[in-house]
């Protein structure tokens, strides 16, 4: 549902670089516009809830909140715009999640 | 929000650089298959036609998250903007929560969600009930069903709505019964996937809108 940072992008909007594989969904044809992969993003500090400023986040800022194995996390979409930023991979109450919106 | 576990192996996710239908296209780095970021599906390479497993996540206030969650732990990064305020409090008619049950999908937008407060509902065979946080501009999806049938809701203002069985008053932000013969049961959350109404429209064209009329849901245009 993130789709804003691609129309800055439209100038280098064409499709290649793609290898074709048999048996894919016809329907699938992506478009290629930035043509490097942002590295995945694996490291990152994190705070308790109790101490976190407003630096960070502020209570009317919108958050994406997670419960799993009974522990909770936030992430604050201030810190997800931006393609570099889309997805987190972390990992929470013993299960390996990727944190997207 | 998914679980990133395939066949045993953690996967790590990038950003492809990729589109398709408006929507993110993912790669993970273990083996490089594409994944359709909305539909959390693998695209094309080894995983092609694997679905992630969703986690149920809420898109809501820091205010509200911490006060349902003291213990939480945040996501400390640099800011990437300066201020992300609620977009969905300042023009609800352009998200939609999507609903995905039973083969069947369903969205609720949340102008509808925002003027009804409570909507109980059958999607796939079944019961759900959608509830909307006027305060934090947050739609959530519960399960109707308990071990006894099926509960409808409406609401009974204050953030609790009431169901129509037994009169008992539940937290519409948590699912939790507060007072009546049911105080202290609590109904599961399922997921719902907050989304621009447009893009959800693209990947769902046959998806069924709550409260639409025959005629196509119309978004503004202006979300570009």
New interface residues.
Partial sequence: MRTNWIFAAVGVVFCSGVSDVVAEDPNFKPRVVIKKAFPAIKEFDLQAGAKVGEKVVRDQELVLGVVVGGEARAYPINQLTGPRREIINDRLGGVAIAATW | ?????VEGE???????????R??????D?ETGT?W???LGKG???EH?GVL?EV?????????T??AQ????????????????????QKAPGRFVLGVREGGVVKAYPYDVLKEKVVVSDWVGGKAIVVTYEAAAATARVFSAEVAWGVLTFEDAGGGLIKDTGTGSLWDLATGECRSGELKGKRLKESVGIP??GK??EVFYPEGEEYGGDDKKPKYPKN??
């Fill in positions: 929000m998914y679980a990133a576990e953690r996967l790590n996710f990038v950003v492809s650089g990729m589109l398709w408006r929507s993110l296209v993912m790669k780095e594409l359709s970021h909305l695209m094309r390479g092609e992630l986690l149920p996540s809420s898109l809501t206030d820091w205010k998250w911490k969650h003291p213990e939480t732990t945040v996501l400390a990064m640099s800011r990437t903007a300066r201020e992300f305020v609620t977009e969905m989304s621009f893009a959800w979300d570009e």
